[in-house]
């Protein structure tokens, strides 16, 4: 059980209310791992801060749902595997991809494979990516400022990730089609 408060827009600090309205405008509800983040209105800001200026970048949707689902699987954050297996399907990633990622396997999409190697590659190796590493995503077609990019969306989904493993938030019913569980160490 979590220690940690599920918060409301009513409940929450003054200063996380704004972005927590602004989730429930984007998804139709407040996930409960942002409503457990807005405890402290320094995370919940900075994360919504970071997921804006992703969500901007040159990355598609279905990129950004490859690396953000690819991340959580990673790191073992299996509410985050839920929710953007969910997001992922709906921004039209294919099911047999999305399956892949959740298995620990790559999409069968050249770009998005591309993609899943760089973000499990640069969590793996704490961000030290060797020269073939970076060469390999150059030649899938991307370029030097979207391995940057990849780096803000791994920051970003880092903030969820870890959020997730420490306030355990509950599931939300929409999502509880995609359980994922962490496999043992």
Do not use: C
């Not at 409940?11 to 602004?22: E, G, R």
């Not at 901007?56 to 950004?64: R, Y």
């Amino acid at each position: 059980m979590s220690s940690y408060a599920v918060h409301t827009i009513e409940s929450a600090p003054a200063q996380s209310k704004h972005v927590l309205q602004q989730l429930q405008q984007a998804f139709g509800l407040i996930p409960n791992i942002a409503a457990a983040m807005a405890a402290s209105p320094v995370l919940i800001n900075g994360f919504i801060g970071l997921f804006e200026r992703v969500h901007a970048s040159s990355l598609t949707e279905p990129q950004i749902q490859t690396l953000l689902l690819t991340n959580a699987v990673t790191n073992a954050s299996e509410w985050a595997v839920a929710f953007h297996t969910a997001l992922a399907l709906q921004q039209g990633v294919h099911p047999a991809d999305v399956d892949a990622i959740r298995h620990g396997a790559l999409p069968d999409v050249a770009g998005l494979a591309a993609l899943s190697t760089l973000a499990r590659t640069l969590i793996e190796k704490r961000g030290h990516l060797a020269e073939s590493d970076q060469r390999r995503f150059f030649e899938a077609g991307f370029g030097p400022e979207q391995i940057l990019e990849v780096i803000a969306v791994v920051a970003a989904s880092t903030i969820t990730n870890y959020a997730g493993s420490v306030t355990r938030p509950v599931l939300e019913a929409p999502f509880g089609k995609f359980v994922w569980h962490a496999p043992a160490p």
